[in-house]
């Protein structure tokens, strides 16, 4: 491959949401190309960008995945994005290191929350958007319907570039509005194409629409604008030495009409991007700190190397391997570079070209370039990369949290060893997953964006590590308080021969305002209990408020004072007023009107308004509670609170409902109590799962 520079690179992102047909756009491009000869499949596993074993086990991509082309002289780097939003950090690290971003949108289902996401992300970015869209060969195809639909969605200066001439199952042409001509594909899937001007109501439609356009791009600078003015309109040449800058300022939002299983439209979208499109030339600078957190710029010809690593990945034959934008200088194999995150050196290792799972080496990659590196120590998603004279911290991706809990359980001892070394490793690729060992619950948490995430993660676990393990439903973390006064006179006196044990205490007990955990006192007068037991007390009644006197659940909530009490001048020792302080206890938690509190969690439902019915309903049917309601566009935004216990799964659900469309956040509220019908079961179903571990 030619040694490309910053001004002839085009970085840009595939997003969208699921189903638009990303991955397969992907091949149509490289077909085009000439990296391969013809189109994978996506259901035999043979695309260029889902060669991931979990990629071809469920026909999807999870990854995003780099790959590499020329077309017209520039050096195109795509990155391959899920739609799915369990992976939802692998766009967003794309987008990152982008210098544009492809939105592409069902030609059937039109504008959709994964779309939007990926706008927004892009719009944080600051880098130009253009849209395709794509599966024009369908049924029911509806272009200019989603066309107005992008415009109310994202802005008025959606413009289609291309338009199609013949949507459904015999598209074969556009009508591309810079050349004013009709480009019809051949039918073999080479993305070959024949053109011809123009003519009858398409030329009409073509003369309107570049008339638009000049006044669109008109607005890109002022002179230009002038020129506008006093002539009326711009001439060619103007119009396409100004169509770039419209782009870079939002002017034009370019639309694109396209088929990737026919390979139809898509060459006119790669000479639009090596035209047009943004390079890192765009964005010669960017913000960045310095170690004692000053603002700083990095600049392309800052001379200096400076990369920021936006994935990791585990490949059995390489090991490690990082991905990485050069935002200054080169990055050079076995140079060393200053992690600054970590505060670590690291040898740079072999440095590639990557195309999917192709890896072409190369020695170095220049400002502006994308590329992997193999082999880094202690380098992780998110680390900037920095000659030792030139340190500073580019910006890290602010990731969605956690919205959706499982529980893993090892399958043997051997497995158990080994789970803590596997998530571990998963965490450090996929910043959106997380884990936990809850000593409450004794369970293995893990959270993520969503249940398939978490399965793909058990996958891997098993797959990679040879860690053996299920998903189930995580225990709820219910918690046991009290809603009235108890009071215990518990005598302790064990007798074995030689000495003894004896402790009597007198305990009091009552109820606390929520999150206020456990309060202990001591009121002791006189001398009937040295002091130097209150410690030993106190450790009793730990003991009994994580065990749990009703239903086996921690205790929270409560004020416990140790009043009084007797000892026995020899055989008073600290545990025995430690059994003491824990059977008084117990004795009046139970005689304080036990109840069980909840956790409730603060729920957000993005969803379409058509959809809204059925997602009230079902949160009903979940003992939800609606607190708010708002607008954004076609969506309707829910906030509810639902007790967690309600929500396992219930992204599936939510997906399920509303035909994939819907999204949800969920955080932990607070604590109430459990309704007085489920509480009884729910004290039994505990106990009997203690009894049988």
């Known amino acids: 491959m030619q040694d490309f520079r910053a001004p002839d690179i085009r970085n840009f992102a595939v997003t969208g949401h699921a189903s638009s047909g990303k991955t397969l756009l992907c091949e149509a491009m490289l077909v085009c190309a000439g990296k391969i000869t013809r189109a994978g499949s996506i259901e035999q596993g043979g695309t260029v960008s889902d060669f991931h074993p979990d990629e071809k086990e469920h026909h999807q991509s999870i990854h995003a995945t780099v790959m590499s082309a020329e077309w017209l002289g520039r050096e195109l780097n795509m990155i391959d994005c899920p739609g799915t939003p369990d992976f939802i950090s692998e766009p967003l690290s794309a987008l990152r290191v982008a210098d544009s971003a492809m939105i592409v949108i069902s030609g059937v289902h039109g504008v959709e929350t994964g779309a939007d996401e990926v706008w927004a992300a892009a719009g944080h970015y600051d880098i130009p958007r253009f849209l395709v869209i794509n599966l024009l060969d369908r049924e029911r195809t509806r272009f200019e319907a989603i066309?107005?639909?992008?415009?109310?969605?994202?802005?008025?200066?959606?413009?289609?570039?291309?338009?199609?001439?013949?949507?459904?199952?015999?598209?074969?042409?556009?009508?591309?509005?810079?050349?004013?001509?009709?480009?019809?594909?051949?039918?073999?899937?080479?993305?070959?194409?024949?053109?011809?001007?123009?003519?009858?109501?398409?030329?009409?439609?073509?003369?309107?629409?570049?008339?638009?356009?000049?006044?669109?791009?008109?607005?890109?600078?002022?002179?230009?604008?002038?020129?506008?003015?006093?002539?009326?309109?711009?001439?060619?040449?103007?119009?396409?030495?100004?169509?770039?800058?419209?782009?870079?300022?939002?002017?034009?939002?370019?639309?694109?009409?396209?088929?990737?299983?026919?390979?139809?439209?898509?060459?006119?979208?790669?000479?639009?991007?090596?035209?047009?499109?943004?390079?890192?030339?765009?964005?010669?600078?960017?913000?960045?700190?310095?170690?004692?957190?000053?603002?700083?710029?990095?600049?392309?010809?800052?001379?200096?190397?400076?990369?920021?690593?936006?994935?990791?990945?585990?490949?059995?034959?390489?090991?490690?391997?990082?991905?990485?934008?050069?935002?200054?200088?080169?990055?050079?194999?076995?140079?060393?570079?200053?992690?600054?995150?970590?505060?670590?050196?690291?040898?740079?290792?072999?440095?590639?070209?990557?195309?999917?799972?192709?890896?072409?080496?190369?020695?170095?990659?220049?400002?502006?370039?994308?590329?992997?590196?193999?082999?880094?120590?202690?380098?992780?998603?998110?680390?900037?990369?920095?000659?030792?004279?030139?340190?500073?911290?580019?910006?890290?991706?602010?990731?969605?949290?956690?919205?959706?809990?499982?529980?893993?359980?090892?399958?043997?001892?051997?497995?158990?060893?080994?789970?803590?070394?596997?998530?571990?490793?998963?965490?450090?690729e996929d910043p959106t997953f997380d884990f936990h060992f809850e000593p409450a619950i004794c369970q293995t948490i893990v959270s993520g964006q969503g249940e398939l995430q978490l399965q793909i993660m058990a996958e891997e676990l098993k797959r990679r590590f040879n860690v053996d393990v299920d998903l189930v439903e995580p225990r709820v973390s219910y918690r046991a308080t009290i809603s009235g006064h108890g009071e215990s006179k518990y005598r302790h006196k064990k007798q074995t021969g030689g000495a003894g044990q004896f402790a009597e205490v007198w305990m009091r007990i009552e109820s606390l305002p929520s999150e206020s955990g456990l309060v202990f006192t001591q009121s002791l007068v006189g001398s009937n209990v040295d002091r130097v037991f209150v410690p030993s007390v106190e450790k009793g009644v730990q003991a009994a408020c994580a065990s749990g006197p009703y239903g086996g659940f921690p205790v929270t909530d409560v004020k416990v004072d140790f009043y009084d009490g007797k000892q026995h001048p020899v055989d008073s020792k600290d545990i025995a007023f430690q059994i003491a302080g824990k059977a008084a206890f117990n004795e009046s938690f139970l005689m304080a009107r036990p109840k069980l509190l909840e956790p409730v969690m603060e729920l957000r439902v993005k969803v379409p308004s058509d959809a809204l019915g059925a997602v009230l309903a079902d949160l009903s049917g979940r003992r939800g509670r609606i607190v708010g309601m708002d607008s954004e566009g076609r969506f309707e935004v829910v906030v509810a609170q639902v007790p967690q216990a309600e929500l396992y799964q219930y992204s599936r659900t939510l997906r399920a409902i509303t035909a994939g469309r819907g999204r949800h956040k969920e955080r932990f509220d607070r604590y109430e109590d459990v309704p007085r019908e489920q509480e009884a079961k729910i004290v039994a179903e505990h106990g009997r799962k203690t009894d049988e571990e």
């Open 147 to 428: 066309l107005e639909e992008a415009r109310e969605h994202y802005s008025a200066r959606v413009f289609p570039m291309t338009v199609p001439v013949d949507a459904g199952p015999d598209f074969t042409s556009v009508l591309d509005v810079m050349r004013s001509e009709v480009i019809t594909f051949a039918a073999d899937g080479s993305g070959k194409y024949e053109e011809k001007p123009a003519e009858g109501a398409l030329r009409e439609r073509v003369t309107e629409l570049h008339r638009q356009l000049i006044d669109m791009v008109a607005e890109s600078a002022d002179e230009l604008l002038e020129k506008f003015f006093e002539a009326g309109t711009l001439t060619e040449e103007d119009l396409r030495a100004r169509v770039h800058e419209a782009v870079q300022k939002g002017l034009v939002v370019p639309v694109f009409a396209a088929s990737a299983v026919k390979n139809v439209g898509v060459s006119r979208i790669l000479d639009f991007i090596a035209k047009y499109g943004s390079a890192p030339a765009d964005r010669a600078t960017v913000a960045a700190k310095s170690p004692d957190g000053r603002d700083v710029t990095v600049a392309l010809n800052d001379g200096q190397s400076v990369a920021f690593v936006f994935k990791t990945m585990h490949e059995t034959h390489v090991g490690n391997l990082s991905f990485l934008r050069v935002y200054s200088g080169d990055v050079t194999s076995g140079s060393e570079l200053m992690n600054v995150n970590r505060g670590e050196t690291e040898r740079i290792g072999q440095l590639y070209r990557v195309n999917g799972s192709s890896r072409e080496p190369v020695g170095s990659l220049h400002a502006g370039d994308i590329g992997a590196v193999v082999k880094l120590r202690a380098t992780r998603a998110g680390d900037t990369l920095c000659a030792a004279a030139r340190q500073v911290t580019l910006e890290v991706v602010d990731f969605p949290a956690p919205n959706t809990r499982g529980a893993l359980v090892a399958k043997s001892r051997a497995d158990l060893n080994k789970l803590g070394e596997g998530l571990s490793a998963l965490r450090e």
